[in-house]
């Protein structure tokens, strides 16, 4: 794949990914779906409730495929390795604290909360989760950042197919049985679970870098395209369908990241996009060519993730007592389309001043 085409990819599919994580937090925070419960409605309103929320959910996915597809392709020599802490760890560990200390100190200049140092401390080393929900994503992200340079040096030095064997194992075990636990709970019957140890693999976060490092190696480029795009659809119907049958049992069920399902889904998806170029923009950009303003818009966006990953869901918090004066269908748009756009603003602001960008953002 030419330069150019792999960024047009990228932003993509990033942009896409931000787009997914705002959706899927608008809609749990509207729907209180963190409350797993639901008013009574309709099975139409609540096939498209969990189709909002399943898309939405396709968010991480996106961001650890895009991940392993362009950090576990790279050549990693000793001084690489220190580079790479450095670079990319170091910086956002930092980054990570920083927004830490931010988030809870401000409730406390402002009344709201009490400070205390050892909370904040437990916080900062990531022995106690953060205020934000959210921002459970980030020390999931610095492990994986951790060993990263190690499991390339691995994968680029055996061949794809040895790898069948362990990721169809681990594959059952960390996403077949999650949802076959959903459907037992439902049905009222009791759950397996399974002591297999399979954490040295890297996890359920780390199978999904894994995908993502295959992808660039074309592993899955034989299988065409409308085969694909027809799984694809149907892991995620089939992801909404094991939502909705969930809430009719005693546990319902949020999709999470060890769904099969929805780890099907955005696979499919993004071996799409990257034959296809992308969602948002043409599959390729020859450089004597001016980037389109949609692809302007897009590359932006994908510049500005980070930042809107941060701040977007305090902005949804703040917003949300001036949105419930709307019916909910209407709540969720409106706080998407103001999420979105106040969060990419203030990032694309921040972003012009070097140091903020580079400190806050995470900006190259």
């Not at 790279?74 to 220190?82: A, C, E, F, T, V």
């Not at 993502?212 to 892991?235: A, E, K, M, P, Y």
Request: aromatic letters at 16%; one cysteine or more; proline letters at 5%.
């Amino acid at each position: 794949m030419k330069s150019a085409e792999r960024i047009t990819f990228i932003d993509s599919v990033r942009s896409l990914a931000i787009l997914c994580v705002i959706m899927c937090h608008v809609v749990e925070l509207v729907y209180l779906l963190f409350e797993y419960r639901l008013p009574p409605i309709g099975m139409v309103y609540k096939l498209l409730i969990f189709s909002a929320f399943t898309l939405g959910r396709l968010g991480v996915p996106f961001f650890l495929l895009i991940t392993g597809y362009l950090l576990l392709s790279r050549s990693y020599m000793p001084k690489d390795i220190l580079c790479f802490w450095k670079s990319k760890w170091l910086r956002l560990f930092l980054t990570t604290d920083l927004w830490i200390i931010l988030f809870y100190v401000l409730p406390c200049i402002t009344n709201k909360g009490d400070f205390h140092f050892f909370i904040l401390m437990k916080q900062m080393l990531f022995l106690e989760p953060c205020s934000y929900s959210h921002m459970w994503y980030m020390p999931m992200v610095l492990g994986l950042y951790l060993f990263l340079p190690f499991v390339a040096l691995v994968l680029q030095k055996i061949p794809a197919k040895t790898l069948f064997f362990p990721g169809i194992m681990a594959f059952i075990w960390l996403f077949i049985l999650p949802v076959a636990n959903v459907l037992l709970t439902a049905t009222e019957h009791s759950t397996v679970n399974s002591s297999l140890f399979l954490e040295f693999g890297g996890g359920i976060y780390g199978f999904y870098l894994i995908l993502g490092f295959l992808v660039h190696q074309g592993v899955f480029r034989n299988i065409r395209g409308s085969l694909l795009f027809l799984t694809g659809i149907l892991s995620f119907i089939g992801t909404v369908l094991l939502q909705v049958f969930s809430y009719h049992g005693p546990q319902p069920y949020n999709v999470w990241y060890d769904c099969g399902l929805l780890l099907i889904c955005a696979l499919c998806m993004f071996e799409v996009f990257s034959r296809t170029g992308g969602f948002l923009t043409k599959a390729s950009t020859p450089q004597s060519e001016k980037n389109s303003p949609l692809q302007k818009l897009t590359q932006d966006l994908s510049k500005c993730t980070f930042g809107i990953y941060i701040i977007h869901n305090p902005i949804l918090i703040m917003l949300m007592p001036h949105a419930q004066i709307f019916p909910k269908p209407i709540s969720v748009i409106i706080l998407f389309i103001a999420v979105l756009c106040i969060s990419w603003f203030m990032v694309h602001v921040a972003c012009k001043i070097q140091f903020i960008g580079r400190a806050l953002f995470y900006i190259k």
